[in-house]
Structure formats: structure tokens, C-alpha cells
């Protein structure tokens, strides 16, 4: 079974730019979907954007032209650059992997934006 680790996170003033990192301990090319969510204190687990195995990709109204998904099947990696930022961008962000119906998530990573 595929392990992810998030890291990147972070404190980064209102139009910064981060980039998270996701690092699998197992091939990823296997993945139905892989994806970013993210959840702010109080608020449920959301997604923010997510690729699939054939290229597809997608993102909430409120990242998209800020945000950017990636992955290096190479290198087992999922990226989610992320520009422009601000205060509500703020939460943990999470990666995910979902295979046959089954979900994998990382530990999660911090993203804070503040001046």
C-alpha cells in the first residue's frame, strides 16, 4: 500500500508562493486519481485540485489561474504549486491517492498566510 508525505508548507505572506510536495513510498502509476484538499480549523476537508491517471486535471473555483498540479511518475511525486496566495488559502493541506475505491491520505502539511 502506497504512503505519502506531504512537505512544503508554511508561513508566506498574502501573494507569496509555495509549493507542496507529495512523496509516495510506492509507484503511483497504478493511481486512479491523485489530488490536493486541504481543511481550515472548523471547516470539513475539501478538495482543491486533482489529476488523473489520463491526464485529466481540475481545481475549486478559488485556486484556479493561482494553483497548479503536477506529478513525476518518475520520481513518485505529486506537486501543487501554488502562487498568488492569501489569508483564506490558509489550512493543512492534504495529499491524496485513490485507487479501486480505496483512499490514501498523507499526514498533512501546514500553509499559512498572513502578514
Known amino acids: 500500500q502506497v504512503q505519502l508525505v506531504e512537505s512544503g508548507g508554511g508561513l508566506v505572506q498574502p501573494g507569496g508562493s509555495l509549493r507542496l510536495s507529495c512523496a509516495a513510498s510506492g509507484s503511483i502509476f497504478s493511481m486512479n486519481a491523485m489530488g490536493w484538499y486541504r481543511q481550515a480549523p472548523g471547516d470539513e476537508r475539501k478538495l482543491v485540485a486533482f489529476?488523473?491517471?489520463?491526464?485529466?486535471?481540475d481545481y475549486t473555483d478559488s485556486v484556479k489561474g493561482r494553483f497548479t498540479i503536477s506529478i513525476d511518475y518518475a520520481k513518485d511525486m505529486m506537486y501543487l504549486q501554488m502562487n498568488s496566495l492569501k489569508p483564506e488559502d490558509t489550512a493543512v493541506y492534504y495529499c491524496?491517492?485513490?485507487?479501486?475505491?480505496?483512499?490514501?491520505w498523507g499526514q498533512g502539511t501546514q500553509v499559512t498566510v498572513s502578514s
Open positions: 489529476i488523473t491517471r489520463a491526464g485529466g486535471r
Open positions: 491524496n491517492f485513490f485507487r479501486n475505491g480505496v483512499n490514501t
